[in-house]
């Protein structure tokens, strides 16, 4: 399994993933799902995935290949708009999906992707990208997707995220809603991988990589568990129940 | 879609359901998912079921033809030990699933039941009935079950929940895991039902109906999200990301 959260804020976007693939429980292992796209001083692409890994690779591999080539037909950098690059993600997509599945085995093909960034002279902008090739864009009501194992973290992003919400409230929330998931469910696990896109941001950067047992990460937990019982404690008690 | 949880306390059991059923998003209404079958003094039984709406109103409705007919064999509260009533709560579900199922049609004719309460003599006990008949039975270890739209509202119970929480902060955990879980999935809705079983209790008891405005829950929730807020605040700041 797998879970991964983009978020469009005012101030840039916010991206995160685990690293965790099964295919069975006997059947773990570390993949990252995070992978950028860029052209220093023009474009940067962030794309999260979930779903078959085959699939996801398959698409990466020829999104990078097409990079490469340099053909602007092929090129996902070669946009004026994230929205064209939304376009191909899901095309590419599309086409590996139809190459790979046997519609008579039961093997589910289908890979979801986030697709964010930013090319200059465009703001900021979200899409979650379809395994039929189409695709959603975050607005301000709406300025957040998961993909995977979205269930359990999902309550913490909606009482806390909004379009306004700071970086670092955000990237607080989205680690509690990880470190909830992870708890639930074995299939979604450290280390995570995550990145920041500050608006008009088009340098050099690579994703921040935190393992299961960093520091920051540790103490998140604990302060966040203390401040939950904190929080209980001062709830109003059910006394219109009876003993 | 439904939300039910109970557990098994060490001073007794708390019981939760909500009371929404839908058939498609155009075909919403409100019935009770918590049954109770007692004679007081002697036992006390608590029957939460999610999945298909018919199949659990036709064995509650068996159920109960066997309580009032008085044949000890069909008879669900004839028996010494809770164990025996799963027993018969599994028979019965598989009975009602053999008979209105049609294996050709797509339709998911299948229930899940919480069962709990207790038999004068033994300890409280809580099980979860499969629709296969079998089941499962509530420890110290995993004292709690949730049957339905269970993802949402399962972190916070992870967080706070064990068998030795007080009887009130349980209440409060399942009301927030109810708010957290309504939020998120329109299927799930008010009024609640709740009920607690104290240990060795045996008296008569009606469940408590909370409303979608009871002044209960919209304090809670209130102050369950200035406490959140607070807890946030106390959160150590990312700064090993750079700006």
Known sequence: MTYCVAIKLRDGLLFASDTRTNAGVDHVA?????RQLAEPGRIRLVLLSSGNLATSQSVASLLELGVRGGDPATNILAVDSLYDAAVRLGATLRE?????????????????????GQVAGEAPRLF????????????????YFQIGEAKYGKPILDRVLDYDTPRDEAI???????????????????????????RDDFSAREPTRL?????????LREQWGRGLRQAFATLPEPDWLAD
């Open 172 to 198: 607080k929330c989205t680690l509690i809603s990880f470190d909830s998931t992870m708890r639930s469910n074995l299939s979604v696990g450290a280390p995570l991988d995550l990145f920041w896109h500050p």
């Open 96 to 116: 590996v999906i139809a190459r790979d599945a046997r519609p008579d085995e039961g093997t589910d093909f289908s890979s979801h992707f986030l697709l964010g």
């Open 30 to 34: 570390t993949f990252g799902k995070m």
């Open 211 to 219: 393992a299961e047992h960093d520091p920051y990460l540790a103490g």
């Open 128 to 143: 979650h990208v379809y395994p039929q090739g189409n695709f959603i864009e975050a607005t301000r009501d709406t300025p």
